[in-house]
């Protein structure tokens, strides 16, 4: 309802749309859905079939198709739906389809929908199925522009999803709680399992992912609340990342309680139940990934770009160019751009600090040496791209800690010596994995892995099972 169920009008609705829709939303008198997914149309928006026609008059565009999985969708009266429908292109003059977005009222008519779908987790959540037969939509109910409706889904997706890494971050708080208050009751071997290193490990770690967690979605929210409007990058690392860190901190509560996490009677099978929709809706994990890594080899790509065009023209262009080959220089002996953040957080944070500037030197090097080896082809190696999220994921968890932690030592909370624990340790461990990611990107035994990965999986598809009989033969 709120996080993107009627954002759009929110976000991309004119002040007349506003007025009439938002009030009776914001009290709950409506219910909002986003109806948007189709069975041909998942993670690729622009495979929907839903289709809108304008009425001969020019006042209505009539609505016809269906939407699966739409959450509200058997209790909503207000839909954001999106719809293929004709646009003329004024350059070149002709009609093409494009994707629109339109808020469409079930009182219009010709609205229904299905049963509640049975789903593996979150059951209070009305799920369905969400039909339009010959809906007539005033043509006032477009968001923004007919042919608008990817760029409004976008904006609407990644406004809603910062709020995940809030809502999952109390999530794990609580499933914390439960954790600690088992180990610390828990008598086994003569002694309080908390005591016991596997244990301590644990919840060492469940500590440490939710203080990122929560780092991140205070960092996207305070970018949010400063004015900027691109940070659709933010808000999908922190989706990501809150929706497998609450996964993991989940799994391991219910290891520490034993036999009893598995019980019903604890809830934490529900949470896990209930949590796993987070790394699939609201744009996959999967597909965030690519976005993440794509986006920023973007701006690499662009940086590349104009290094080409002043070496061209190395006279007029000398400083740009002797920068350049004086920070690859420096680049090949192992020399980065130092201690950059030295300044900007507390002094007991210069080391952590100083391992996050490496490796974002690293990353930026590994960044150029992909883009010069594949060029454009670097859409297609997904491989290569995942790694490289995985890297930019780890940086910006670091910045998030470094730079909470570093408020926390400088107004001297009681918990800041804990922070500063929690904060270094993550920093070591990050470092650790970024440079791993980086490192599998050059390695020619894991790209040939890779490639052999490749064809096991094509194996398996063209048997549609595992290929390898039972060994005993039946």
């Not at 244990?199 to 992912?209: F, L, N, V």
């Not at 080959?325 to 080391?351: E, F, Q, W």
């Not at 030592?409 to 993550?426: I, Y």
């Amino acid at each position: 309802h709120q996080s993107i169920g009627f954002k759009g009008i929110l976000l991309c609705g004119t002040d007349e749309q506003k007025a009439k829709y938002l009030p009776k939303l914001a009290t709950g008198e409506n219910i909002a859905a986003f109806a948007l997914t189709e069975p041909s149309c998942g993670s690729d928006a622009g495979a929907i079939k839903t289709r809108a026609e304008l009425n001969p008059e020019g006042t209505h565009w009539i609505l016809n198709g269906g939407k699966i999985w739409i959450s509200n969708g058997g209790i909503a009266e207000i839909f954001t739906v999106f719809c293929k429908t004709p646009v003329l292109d004024e350059k070149t003059v002709t009609v093409t389809d494009k994707v629109s977005a339109m808020i469409v009222e079930r009182s219009f008519g010709g609205v229904t929908n299905g049963p509640p779908e049975k789903k593996m987790g979150i059951k209070c959540s009305n799920t369905a199925e969400v039909y339009f037969e010959n809906t007539p939509v005033p043509v006032e109910n477009v968001l923004s522009q007919p042919g608008d409706g990817f760029k409004v889904a976008m904006q609407i997706l990644n406004n809603g999803r910062f709020g995940m890494g809030a809502a999952l971050s109390g999530t794990m708080r609580t499933v914390i709680q439960k954790a600690c208050e088992h180990a610390t009751a828990r008598i086994q071997f003569g002694s309080r399992i908390d005591g016991y290193g596997a244990i301590q490990e644990k919840i060492a770690r469940m500590s440490m992912i939710h203080y990122a967690t929560e780092s991140i979605a205070y960092m996207v929210a305070g970018t949010m609340d400063s004015g900027y409007e691109d940070y659709q990058l933010e808000a999908a690392i922190s989706k990501i990342f809150a929706s497998e860190a609450a996964w993991f901190v989940t799994d391991e509560a219910i290891q520490i309680l034993g036999g009893m996490g598995y019980m019903r009677s604890m809830g934490l099978e529900k949470v896990m139940r209930d949590i796993r929709i987070f790394r699939i809706f609201e744009g996959t994990n999967d597909i965030l990934r690519l976005f993440v890594a794509l986006v920023g080899i973007q701006y690499a790509g662009g940086h590349l770009r104009e290094l080409q065009s002043a070496i061209s023209n190395p006279i007029s262009n000398f400083g740009v160019v002797l920068g350049e080959v004086a920070k690859r220089g420096k680049g090949a002996i192992g020399i980065g751009t130092g201690n950059t953040l030295a300044d900007k957080v507390h002094p007991n944070l210069s080391d952590s600090a100083a391992l996050t500037c490496k490796a974002v030197d690293a990353m930026g090097q590994a960044v150029e040496k992909v883009l010069i080896k594949h060029g454009k082809g670097i859409i297609n190696e997904q491989f290569i791209l995942n790694r490289l999220a995985n890297a930019t994921i780890d940086i910006y968890a670091n910045a998030s800690v470094l730079a909470r932690c570093t408020k926390t030592l400088n107004e001297d909370l009681d918990s800041a010596h804990h922070e500063e624990m929690m904060t270094k340790v993550w920093c070591n461990e990050s470092y650790a994995r970024i440079m791993d990611n980086l490192n599998q990107l050059k390695n020619p035994e894991v790209l040939d892995n890779f490639k052999t990965m490749a064809k096991i999986s094509e194996g398996v598809c063209a048997k549609v099972a595992p290929v390898q009989g039972n060994p005993l033969g039946f």
